[in-house]
């Protein structure tokens, strides 16, 4: 047995593999399993563990949704890709519809405060055929 919650989790994360899904819940963004494992492990967070339906329990690490963009240039800066669900709607009853607005490689991030002003960060385009 499973949550609903823990449903869409899974859902958005078969959707993005080879990233860290950073996922919105209210005023953090939660981890999961081995994702929460390597987010503890490299942003020095505390890990910790979330009921996600009858006695099974799952790896939890969250950091405040303020405060994202630093966590996600320690893990782009240690090689991983990160993936960002947000919440759409207003919260209300039920279940909240999330998706992955956006996601931070060390090729395609353009946020200033995630950019290292001293480094270069290229970028190249390829595209194939005619215009």
């Known amino acids: 047995m499973t949550t609903p919650m823990r449903q869409q989790y899974l859902t958005l994360k078969s959707q993005h593999p080879g990233c860290i ?5 209210g005023d953090f963004y939660e ?3 081995d994702d929460a494992k390597t ?3 490299v942003c020095d967070v505390v890990l910790t563990s979330k009921p996600v339906g009858g006695d099974l ?4 690490a969250g950091v405040p949704y303020h405060s994202v963009d630093g966590y996600v ?3 782009i800066e ?3 890709k990160v993936a960002i669900a947000e919440q759409l709607g207003e919260p209300g009853k039920g279940l909240m ?3 992955v607005r956006r996601v931070v490689t060390r090729g395609t991030v353009v946020e200033p405060n995630l950019l290292d002003e001293k480094r270069n960060n290229y970028l190249l385009a390829v595209t194939f055929g005619a215009f």
């Open 21 to 25: 899904l950073f996922f919105r819940l």
């Open 31 to 33: 981890t999961f399993d």
């Open 39 to 41: 987010v503890a492990r």
């Open 57 to 60: 329990r799952v790896p939890l």
């Open 73 to 75: 240039a320690r893990l």
């Open 78 to 80: 240690a090689g991983y």
């Open 97 to 99: 519809e999330r998706e």
